[in-house]
């Protein structure tokens, strides 16, 4: 079993909308979870981590986790053509380990 | 954020030669780096894990001989692809983590052709 799921895409979206990007984790023991973005032949760029229950905001991006349901968001409000990448969630058990990646989502914003 | 840089960005070598990709954090001290691997259109593969000064902690089905990895200071990690084959053939990206940062950033990556 994955410890990080993600749906792989593509999650199609038209310009301006909201892109809803959802994760879900398999290990209580999970602190801390982080947003990445990955344009094709690039690395990860980090967008975004949240620590606590609730909502966490920064400029487009709003991140979400819900500890109880086990499950982590990113809305992108305003979808530009230009957030057309595979956006890959990540969660950590404790500040010295290691992140465990699921595989995902692709991410297209049309015109 | 802060930034870690690779070097070199895209290598081509002969099978049978040894690669080594540096990976630098330039403007904070990286206690831990991680190296991974990515072939075209799958996930990261985490290699190994490093700590300044302390031997390398490879994942599962990471050969350590072939994948020779050196963390001697705080700003410095190399990965050194012994006797590379083309199997070895992918994109290797360095992350590094400060304690302090909490957050873990990666370079921007390193594409590794054998012929």
């Known amino acids: 079993q994955k410890e990080v799921e993600q749906n792989s895409g593509p999650l199609s979206v038209p310009e301006g909308a909201i892109a809803s990007l959802n994760c879900t984790y398999s290990?209580?023991?999970?602190?801390?979870f982080f947003w990445y973005r990955q344009y094709s032949g690039k690395s990860p760029e980090l967008i975004m981590f949240?620590?606590?229950?609730g909502d966490k905001e920064d400029g487009r991006f709003t991140a979400q986790l819900n500890k109880a349901s086990q499950y982590v968001s990113l809305l992108i409000r305003d979808s530009q053509p230009s957030d057309s990448a595979t956006y890959l969630c990540?969660?950590?058990?404790?500040?010295?380990?290691?992140?465990?990646f699921g595989t995902g989502t692709r991410l297209q914003v049309t015109l | 954020g802060a930034v870690v840089s690779q070097h070199p960005s895209w290598v081509i070598c002969k099978s049978g030669t040894s690669v080594k990709i540096e990976c630098r954090s330039l403007?904070?001290?990286?206690?831990?780096m991680f190296w991974y691997r990515q072939f075209p259109k799958q996930s990261l593969m985490l290699m190994a894990t490093?700590?300044?000064?302390?031997?390398?902690?490879?994942e599962q089905g990471v050969e350590k001989d072939k994948f020779l990895i050196n963390h001697a200071s705080l700003t410095l990690s190399t990965l050194t692809v012994t006797s590379a084959h083309p199997e070895d053939s992918s994109f290797y990206i360095c992350?590094?983590?400060?304690?302090?940062?909490?957050?873990?950033?990666f370079g921007p990556g390193t594409r590794l052709t054998v012929t």
């Open positions: 949240i620590y606590s229950n």
């Open positions: 490093s700590n300044e000064g302390s031997k390398a902690t490879y």
């Open positions: 290990d209580r023991g999970s602190q801390s």
């Open positions: 403007d904070f001290q990286a206690t831990t």
């Open positions: 992350s590094a983590r400060d304690l302090a940062l909490s957050e873990q950033y």
């Open positions: 990540a969660g950590r058990t404790g500040t010295a380990s290691k992140l465990t």
